[in-house]
């Protein structure tokens, strides 16, 4: 195993599960960076094969959800992922990029959603109502709770 690959491997393995989110939203935005080159170069072969990629880390990212822990925040996801999917599907081989820039522009709010619970990111935030009046305070520990196992 090549040093990079040993590196990366160390990464996954070493990752909280908030970091393994993350690092899933990162090979997903990677994937679909390749699959707008590809069809901006006309290349459908790297087109299919990294938009094929997109939908195995959206696949990976849906089942991963916990809806029972997650309740709303988690089935909302889950939607956004299908959504996500389908959008994929409809764009694929029409030499427009239209789609793959719509969901690598939701995959960017999303990863920033989650990174922004990183404890090591998170700032402190001055509440003026009763925590469990705030709909942040309600969102914050549903999102922390879609992907627990």
Not at 54 to 65: D, H, K, R
Not at 91 to 107: F, I, P, R
Request: hydrophobic letters at 40%; a negative charge.
């Amino acid at each position: 195993m090549g040093g990079y690959k040993a590196y990366q491997g160390n990464h996954v393995n070493t990752a909280s599960p908030l970091g393994l989110v993350i690092l899933s939203y990162d090979a997903l935005y990677k994937a679909l960076g390749r699959a707008q080159h590809a069809i901006e170069g006309g290349d459908l072969a790297a087109e299919a094969d990294h938009t094929g990629r997109a939908v195995e880390a959206l696949i990976e990212l849906s089942s991963s959800l916990n809806i029972e822990l997650g309740g709303d925040v988690a089935y909302d996801l889950a939607s956004l992922y299908a959504y996500m999917m389908r959008r994929l599907n409809e764009g694929m081989c029409s030499c427009s990029t239209d789609a793959v820039v719509e969901v690598m522009q939701l995959v960017l709010t999303l990863r920033e959603g989650w990174e922004g619970l990183s404890p090591d990111r998170q700032t402190p935030v001055q509440l003026q109502h009763k925590p469990a009046a705030t709909k942040a305070a309600q969102v914050v520990p549903q999102m922390a709770m879609a992907y627990a196992r």
